[in-house]
């Protein structure tokens, strides 16, 4: 019986930018997962299939070895802890993970325009932050030296100013559309995020001759 390979992706822009990293590796799926409400996506390798899963699901998945290979973003990687992960290494930039280059956005600071962030954020300042990122916005704030209530959301963040839900927001920046359309402004830039191989530890080892081709392949085929 030949080993299967198991692969955990999330619908939209993830999905979408990985595909030609997939055709590098010769593996196309049988259906996108826009126009399909499957979950299990089998593709032309009869032992490769798709996992559709949420973006701040695919580290669980891959951690628990339900899928040996994911990718996730930079933001769900640290919020998860990467437990049971590994990241394949960038062969040309010394202990750098691989870095897809999809995906890209910004984890931004973000307030109504006018709020007097500067004044707000000084060190012993105290400010209520929501977010769907706790631990990334808690280590930010605590290099500063700013004491925070985090509030956890799970999408719109950019509502809870507007109403008095917190006074700030650190969320992803792509275009700042979303921003200007809310009447936000970023006033802080905490780090640039990107997309990540992530690669179930065990699987590594025990599938390392059906794994290895498909790293490289993505390694090769990485957007400039
Ligand atoms: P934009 O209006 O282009 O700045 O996009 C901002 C909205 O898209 C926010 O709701 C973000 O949470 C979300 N967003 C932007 N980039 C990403 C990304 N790479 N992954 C997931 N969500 C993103």
Redesign the pocket.
């Known amino acids: 019986m030949p080993q299967q390979l198991t692969i955990a992706l999330s619908k939209g822009?993830i999905f979408e930018e990985t595909l030609p990293l997939l055709a590098a590796a010769g593996i196309v799926p049988s259906e996108a997962p826009e126009n399909s409400r499957k979950l299990i996506i089998p593709t032309n390798h009869p032992n490769i299939r798709l996992v559709i899963v949420r973006?701040s699901d695919v580290p669980t998945y891959v951690q628990y070895g339900a899928a040996d290979l994911g990718i996730a973003?930079k933001d769900v990687l640290i919020e998860h802890g990467g437990e049971g992960l590994c990241q394949p290494l960038d062969l040309n930039i010394a202990h750098q993970p691989l870095d897809l280059q999809i995906?890209?956005?910004r984890m931004m600071v973000a307030v109504p325009q006018g709020f007097d962030y500067a004044a707000a954020s000084q060190p012993g300042c105290r400010l209520r932050i929501a977010t769907k990122y706790p631990n990334i916005a808690a280590e930010h704030f605590a290099a500063k030296g700013v004491h925070v209530d985090i509030i956890k959301l799970y999408g719109s963040m950019e509502l809870a100013p507007l109403v008095g839900l917190s006074d700030c927001i650190v969320?992803?920046?792509?275009?700042?559309?979303?921003?200007k359309a809310n009447n936000l402004e970023a006033v802080e830039h905490i780090a640039n995020?990107s997309s990540r191989l992530i690669v179930n530890k065990a699987a590594l080892k025990t599938k390392y001759a059906l794994l290895n081709p498909i790293i490289e392949a993505f390694a090769g085929a990485i957007p400039s």
């Open positions: 822009r973006a973003g995906a890209k956005c969320d992803l920046v792509s275009t700042g559309n979303t921003l995020i």
